[in-house]
């Protein structure tokens, strides 16, 4: 028989049972049901909550969602046992004084402070956790949406301890404090798996840590859920049919250029495909795809393993990276020999991609005859719905996106509901190149850069043209455009006046 003394539902009866408490109510308490539980779980719900109960029965997936939402506040997959105050603040009250910390030999609260700070970066949606030691402080700040924010700033005596902890986990060597170090650690928070990334680097007031939070629910989207405009989508799906070829996603780090590889390889991965890729590093675990590690330390670069997944019969080749003028000829070679190649490349835009190849020592009529579609792309904050303002657009403004003056734009205002910052999650914005007859001529003679964005461009089209059209309508602000796409005055112009 199922029983419980706590007058909430804990975290570990929630998981086990599969019942959430979702709102308590006055007079009819609602909770969700994970489909196939124990019926006597609702049974003792009722009981503990006092009250009618109202059930939702929920997925196993979308139940580990709604498990996560509900209890992120409590920190990670633990004992009941653990006594974790919500909040960071409370955890760092929780910290001994810095003189007894260093002597002490009870890591708790230090613990705690490390599954408080993730758990509360997973429940904001960051992307990145930065430990950052300076003589003064130690600062804890979080990547959310692209842009850092501080968190915490700690006495810099907790620094040693902190960054041995994070190591622990990472199984790093703990005494090592000379030379950087990368490792992972492998995490849950209810029912949402993830992979943390974790990265030490020496500096003068102690190590600094980086920690990368991937989703490995993110490695499930498709393309329709990358935020593409119908005829990007179009011209994605319809290189993703092509038999052989090279497709190319370029843009800066953070851009999203892997999840947009990894939505490709969804739709590819039908089971009857041989996909292979080769990472640095795998950042998610895709079923039915067969991962290979680089590592510079033995040897296995990019190229070396470009060149070994080849001798193994395979249809579709993803490697994360076109880096130097070796990787790119087998790559060129591979979508010769009728394979398949996707890969990235670090431009601004999407024709810069042909140059940059061109100056990796690729000849123009190889490059004609294999790139298949060349896609740059960007993430743009969306405005937060709730307090976003428009405003008349004055002649700077105008000038600077392209736009007629007193043209209504977007600003963002903050809220508590975005969390004072005026925004509220990411969108992709894309410029996309199918590379058809008269684009692959262009290549073949060499041709600039203007002139190919001419011909398979149409106004608008551009990564400019996309973000001024996202600020028009209200999806994201005027800053966002500008720092995302390189304004040009002559596209501005053609396309303002389209």
């Excluded at 999203?256 to 795998?282: C, F, H, M, W």
């Excluded at 009728?338 to 190849?357: E, F, K, P």
């Excluded at 461009?457 to 043209?465: A, N, R, V, W, Y």
Aim: net charge negative; proline share 4%.
């Amino acid at each position: 028989m199922i029983t419980l003394v706590d007058p909430t539902l804990p975290y570990g009866f929630a998981k086990r049972h599969g019942v959430i408490l979702i709102d308590a109510g006055d007079a009819v308490a609602r909770v969700a049901l994970r489909q196939g539980a124990d019926p006597l779980a609702v049974v003792e719900a009722r009981r503990v909550i006092g009250r009618p109960l109202s059930i939702e029965v929920l997925e196993r997936a979308a139940f580990d969602r709604r498990l996560s939402e509900v209890y992120a506040d409590d920190g990670f997959s633990r004992g009941d046992d653990l006594d974790m105050p919500s909040g960071l603040d409370g955890l760092v009250d929780d910290i001994p004084a810095a003189a007894d910390l260093l002597d002490t030999t009870d890591d708790a609260p230090i613990i705690r402070l490390i599954n408080g700070v993730i758990a509360e970066a997973v429940r904001v949606g960051a992307s990145d956790i930065h430990i950052e030691p300076y003589e003064q402080a130690l600062v804890v700040r979080l990547r959310v949406d692209g842009v850092l924010r501080e968190v915490l700033n700690l006495n810099p005596r907790v620094t040693p301890l902190l960054v041995s902890r994070v190591k622990v986990m990472a199984r790093l060597d703990i005494a090592e404090r000379r030379v950087p170090q990368d490792g992972r650690i492998p995490l849950t928070l209810g029912g949402k798996t993830l992979d943390v990334r974790v990265s030490t680097l020496p500096s003068r007031a102690g190590e600094r840590v980086v920690l990368r939070i991937l989703d490995k629910d993110q490695a499930g989207l498709g393309l329709k859920d990358l935020g593409m405009g119908d005829r990007a989508l179009s011209a994605f799906e319809g290189a993703l049919r092509e038999p052989n070829g090279i497709i190319l996603v370029t843009g800066p780090t953070g851009s999203g250029k892997t999840t947009s590889l990894y939505a490709g390889l969804q739709r590819l991965n039908d089971g009857q495909r041989n996909i292979l890729t080769v990472e640095d590093p795998v950042e998610y675990a895709v079923d039915g795809v067969g991962q290979t590690q680089v590592n510079a330390k033995v040897g296995m670069t990019f190229a070396a393993g470009l060149r070994a997944i080849l001798r193994q019969d395979p249809d579709v080749v993803m490697v994360g990276e076109i880096r130097d003028a070796e990787t790119a000829g087998i790559a060129v070679q591979a979508a010769l020999t009728g394979h398949l190649v996707l890969s990235t490349v670090h431009t601004n835009d999407a024709a810069g991609a042909v140059t940059r190849l061109r100056d990796m020592g690729v000849e123009p009529f190889l490059l004609a005859s294999t790139l298949r579609l060349i896609a740059a792309q960007r993430l743009v904050r969306r405005l937060c719905p709730t307090c976003r303002r428009a405003e008349p657009a004055d002649a700077a403004t105008a000038k600077l996106i392209g736009v007629k003056t007193g043209q209504t734009v977007w600003r963002p205002q903050g809220c508590a509901e975005c969390n004072q910052t005026g925004y509220v999650g990411r969108i992709g914005v894309y410029e996309v190149i199918r590379v058809d007859d008269a684009a692959r001529r262009l290549i073949a003679e060499d041709a600039g850069e203007d002139a190919l964005v001419a011909a398979a461009l149409k106004p608008g089209e551009s990564l400019s043209g996309q973000a001024r059209a996202l600020v028009l309508e209200g999806v994201t602000s005027v800053e966002e455009a500008v720092r995302v796409s390189r304004q040009e005055t002559a596209d501005d112009g053609r396309e303002a006046a389209a």
